[in-house]
């Protein structure tokens, strides 16, 4: 009996939740105007190198509004490139259940907030400046867009076997980033991808990208030192794998 009164209570007690969750909706998301005001603040203060970042990253209604600078939908606020990105705002949802600030990821790769927190009724808008190394080439320059662990990424579609070719300061440091695209990423049993990196014809390093197994490391990653020598190299990149069905996402770039 006492069990059955327990479960009776529980249960009303979750219908209840689910009916106060239900009410309070409209107070936890943003409305249109909401939007509207937080599109109409940034188109008067972005200015050039200026990106936003939606949190979380599945609030998409953003980009129906915000026209004043690039929207972007990074998960991992701590590692994200955000290539050419010098000041980051962060339009997020803070009113949302399980929501989780952003701050921390953010203070952690060494950005530091560029003014005040502005409220615009469920949204929350702040500015942040990345103090990331300069940019010296974009080896990889493109507009295409592909998915990559379900993330769109913008980069150079090349398949196993392929090899791409790129002019370019050098700058200090080459980052590579690479990833399969779409479902053929999650094949179980499918041979790692491998991309030789040269450059002027000297190796500098090897990155390989294995089968994406949905934990955030479907974009893999190589940052490595250039040794000193000419301000221009010639960088190659070279694809390979017994594999020849998918296809790689590739990105580089050098920084001074």
């Given at each position: 009996?006492?069990?059955?009164?327990?479960?009776?209570?529980?249960?009303?007690?979750?219908?209840?939740?689910?009916?106060?969750?239900?009410?309070?909706?409209?107070?936890?998301?943003?409305?249109d105007?909401?939007?509207?005001?937080?599109?109409?603040?940034?188109?008067?203060?972005?200015?050039?190198?200026?990106?936003?970042?939606?949190?979380?990253?599945?609030?998409?209604?953003?980009?129906?509004?915000?026209?004043?600078?690039?929207?972007?939908a990074?998960?991992?606020?701590?590692?994200?490139?955000?290539?050419?990105v010098?000041?980051?705002?962060?339009?997020?949802?803070?009113?949302?259940?399980?929501?989780?600030?952003?701050?921390?990821?953010?203070?952690?790769?060494?950005?530091?907030?560029?003014?005040?927190?502005q409220?615009?009724?469920?949204l929350?808008?702040?500015?942040?400046?990345?103090?990331?190394?300069?940019l010296?080439?974009?080896?990889?320059?493109s507009?295409?867009?592909?998915?990559?662990?379900?993330?769109?990424?913008?980069?150079?579609?090349?398949p196993?076997?392929?090899?791409?070719?790129a002019?370019?300061?050098?700058?200090t440091?080459?980052?590579?980033?690479a990833g399969i695209?779409?479902?053929?990423?999650?094949?179980a049993?499918?041979?790692?991808?491998?991309v030789?990196?040269?450059?002027?014809?000297?190796?500098?390093?090897?990155?390989?990208?294995?089968?994406?197994?949905?934990?955030?490391?479907?974009?893999?990653?190589?940052?490595?030192?250039?040794?000193?020598?000419a301000?221009?190299?010639?960088?190659?990149?070279?694809?390979?794998?017994?594999?020849?069905a998918?296809?790689?996402?590739?990105?580089?770039?050098?920084?001074?």
């Amino acid at each position: 009996m006492v069990l059955h009164r327990a479960a009776f209570v529980a249960l009303i007690a979750l219908g209840a939740g689910s009916l106060l969750f239900d009410l309070t909706m409209g107070f936890r998301l943003p409305s249109d105007a909401d939007w509207a005001e937080a599109a109409g603040s940034l188109r008067s203060r972005a200015r050039p190198g200026d990106a936003v970042q939606i949190w979380p990253v599945w609030a998409e209604r953003v980009r129906l509004f915000v026209d004043a600078a690039p929207v972007l939908a990074e998960e991992d606020l701590e590692h994200a490139d955000y290539l050419e990105v010098r000041r980051l705002w962060v339009l997020s949802l803070p009113r949302t259940p399980f929501f989780r600030t952003p701050d921390p990821a953010l203070r952690a790769r060494g950005a530091t907030a560029a003014g005040e927190v502005q409220r615009f009724g469920a949204l929350a808008l702040q500015a942040w400046d990345l103090h990331a190394a300069a940019l010296a080439a974009d080896l990889t320059r493109s507009s295409e867009e592909h998915e990559v662990d379900y993330v769109a990424r913008r980069c150079l579609r090349v398949p196993p076997g392929g090899r791409f070719a790129a002019r370019g300061t050098a700058g200090t440091a080459l980052h590579l980033r690479a990833g399969i695209i779409g479902e053929r990423a999650y094949d179980a049993d499918r041979p790692p991808i491998a991309v030789q990196v040269f450059a002027d014809g000297a190796p500098l390093g090897i990155l390989e990208v294995a089968r994406t197994v949905r934990d955030g490391t479907g974009w893999r990653r190589l940052d490595v030192a250039i040794p000193s020598g000419a301000a221009e190299r010639e960088f190659l990149f070279a694809v390979s794998s017994s594999d020849r069905a998918r296809q790689l996402c590739l990105q580089a770039w050098t920084t001074r």
